[in-house]
């Protein structure tokens, strides 16, 4: 996520300064700039593009959080086989907004705080929100339990969105306006505290961390032909620290994280190490 929309807010704001100094100083297009630029009102083409721009915005960071929840999916997978398969299926699968709702479910038992059902309920507005600037034909329709969510919450919302009206932002919603450069900063906040939540409940609560390291240590194996002819001619201190450092560079760490509370077991080095051979020794013998 935060490749891909980790500096969004950053980016709006850079958009709209641009866009204002075309108005505050008259702003012509620039000598070498190849293309043709001579709007007949300058103040309705910033308008317009102001709009175009946090519109746009707001659809990459939807589409963003999509690419998450299916890459949640992918093997090696941070979810468990129950969870993915419902991600996958038919009646979820093509709507983004069927994944947020499902997931509330799912997790309801276990996230039961309520700056989470706030993140949940912005990032399905989110959702129906890029859908009525974009995909007309698409359901457009916020469900009543995340309206009851908000609503209810608006001093709590106002606190965590640097002053965001709730109820002004719902009237602009209903009244199929475009979201301004305030909801759209806070519904990318709102998707990168989503999946921040999501991400600790996957990894404490599904994650069979010990078959995670494993299809990523193989993976590494698979691609690197001199690791993986040199990993057994090295004793077995050396080949934990190998081993280490090839899970550290995909983004596992040394301290433990007491709040996720889910680590690799004790004698998992000593039983990959005996997976490799199994897996790598004796299929190059057999071969």
Known sequence: MKDK?????????????GLNEILVHDTEKP?????????????ASVDRSREYALN??????????DCYLIECTNTPSIINEATSTNLK??????????????LFEATKQTITDLDFKIYTAMARLGVVWRNKTIHSMASNSLAPQYRSILTSNSTRIQSLFCGLDVFAMLDSYDKDKSPTMKEVTAFIRAIHKYVERLDSYFISNELDMDNYATVKLDSFFERNKKSRNSFPTFNKERQEKK????????GF???EDTFRGNTLSCDFYSNYTEHFKQKFINETEES
């Open 5 to 17: 929309i980790g500096q969004a807010n950053h980016f709006i704001i850079t958009i709209l300064i």
């Open 31 to 43: 000598e070498g700039f190849r293309t043709s630029w001579n709007p007949s009102n300058k103040k």
């Open 56 to 65: 746009a915005s707001l659809a990459w960071a939807v589409d963003a959080l």
């Open 89 to 102: 299926s038919q009646s979820i699968s093509k709507s983004i907004a069927n994944k947020i709702d499902y």
């Open 243 to 250: 081993l280490k450092a090839q899970l550290l560079s995909n």
């Open 253 to 255: 760490s040394t301290v």
